[in-house]
């Protein structure tokens, strides 16, 4: 379904745990990550279709989270042509989005990649609230920004650490945030994975190659 200037209407997810990271999926059999999304069906209201792709995609119900806002207006991107199906050039340009923030209000273990027999991730991480700027394919990266900029104002208090929980365990780095690395423990221990979820290295090691991998452009989702 398109618009007339040739725009799939489409709406991005950004989730957000106790620590206001945000969930950062890999697409299956790819080293592409980004944000949650998918097209709204024909009778589907915006936020009918992110229920729906939310458990398509992670398997979160609407008990398993909380709304904290969206965006006000469409916000656009264009597909470069190399990423469309031939079939479709010339009517499909892009994807214009409504962006909904929203806060889990379950647990890690409730996210399952595999809620439904086709998969769109295969391995997921909490990741600082800015980061996928620097790691989502090039054409994205201005919705990204929009979005994320006008959400960020609505973004909850963080829940205090846990005070018993002892520098030993973890310690910070030079700009504040947690250092992985100097723990103890293997980096796979720092994350709680759920079912059909396998741990994956920091995705910036892979930035150069996502403009390389067909996105979601190539399929139209």
């Avoid at 299956?28 to 992110?50: L, V």
């Avoid at 104002?153 to 030079?174: A, I, K, Q, S, V």
Wanted: glycine share 8%; aromatic share 10%; with cysteine.
């Amino acid at each position: 379904m398109l618009d007339r200037d040739g725009f799939r209407p489409n709406v991005g997810i950004i989730l957000l745990n106790h620590k206001n990271q945000v969930f950062w999926g890999k697409r299956i059999r790819t080293h592409s990550w980004q944000f949650p999304q998918g097209g709204i069906d024909r009778g589907e209201s915006p936020e009918q279709a992110m229920f729906r792709e939310l458990h398509e995609e992670v398997g979160l119900h609407p008990e398993h989270v909380r709304i904290v806002a969206r965006t006000r207006d469409w916000l656009r991107y264009e597909v470069p042509d190399r990423y469309i199906r031939r079939d479709a050039r010339g009517h499909y340009k892009g994807q214009k989005q409504i962006w909904y923030l929203l806060q889990l209000m379950g647990h890690d273990w409730d996210l399952n990649l595999r809620a439904t027999n086709h998969p769109e991730f295969d391995a997921w991480r909490w990741n600082d609230y800015w980061v996928p700027l620097d790691v989502v394919v090039e054409f994205k990266r201005g919705v990204y920004e929009m979005a994320l900029t006008e959400l960020a104002r609505f973004l909850p208090r963080p829940e205090p650490r846990n005070r018993f929980l002892r520098g030993g365990m973890r310690t910070r780095d030079n700009d504040g945030g947690m250092d992985l690395h100097s723990s103890r423990l293997p980096p796979s221990a720092c994350y709680e994975l759920p079912p059909g979820a396998t741990f994956e290295p920091d995705p910036r090691v892979s930035s150069q190659q996502l403009e390389n991998l067909p996105p979601d452009g190539a399929n139209p989702h």
